[in-house]
């Protein structure tokens, strides 16, 4: 039993950076981060011995014990439940995002990019290593899923142009760096977070 549940998934996930899905990533990476706080906590199938459950978007209802926290990963600020946390910064809303994107593996080594590359000739399990060479060696990506996927943030800062084929724009890379200089403290008060509902739920 632990004092805290990601629900539901595996606790077995050794692999998730070669997930096709960045939200798969952040959960087992959120996993990671609060045990390197000090919390005990396990993604795994529902345990009515919990006593926190977070849920990712997705899953609508509170969980019928203890306490539960909803997790919102993508770019809407509409969601049920009354203690609700934001991957994506949402006005008036607590903040929590994971570092997702790894910048000794992703940066532009400087050699000239040639040809497009279409997002969905990149095989979904690609190791982020070989992800990065091929951004690296490629001009544009034309992408089409802009709040699924890393993909155009980890190209652009190979140095190769994002282009989306809704018109969607890719945040640029300052204003990426700044919002990834938030999340150290963004997660260490999502900590005291759940320290505090631990505290009152034992």
């Known amino acids: 039993m632990r004092d805290v549940i990601i629900a539901p998934f595996g606790d077995d996930c050794d692999n998730y950076w070669l997930a096709d899905s960045a939200g798969i990533a952040a959960i087992y990476l959120l996993r990671d981060e609060m045990r390197r706080r000090g919390i005990d906590i396990a993604c795994g199938p529902m345990d009515e011995q919990a006593r926190v459950t977070i849920y990712p978007e997705g899953v609508p209802n509170d969980a019928p014990w203890g306490h539960t926290i909803h997790w919102i990963l993508g770019p809407t600020c509409g969601h ?3 203690d609700r946390w934001y991957f994506l910064p949402c006005m008036g809303t607590p903040n929590v995002a994971v570092p997702l994107i790894d910048e000794g593996i992703f940066y532009n080594d400087g050699r000239p990019h040639e040809g497009v590359l279409y997002v969905e000739d990149i095989h979904p399990h690609t190791p982020k290593n070989e992800l990065a060479e091929l951004f ?27 282009e989306y084929v ?7 890379v ?29």
Request: overall charge negative; some cysteine.
């Open 136 to 162: 690296r060696s490629r001009e544009v990506l034309v992408h089409n899923h802009p709040w699924f996927s890393n993909m155009g943030m980890e190209a652009q800062l190979c140095g190769c142009r994002v």
């Open 174 to 202: 300052s204003a990426w760096r700044i919002w990834q200089a938030l999340i150290p403290g963004q997660l260490d008060n999502f900590a005291e977070h759940l320290r505090a509902l631990l505290l009152t739920s034992a």
């Open 166 to 172: 809704d018109g969607h724009q890719e945040m640029p």
């Open 80 to 82: 049920p439940g009354t």
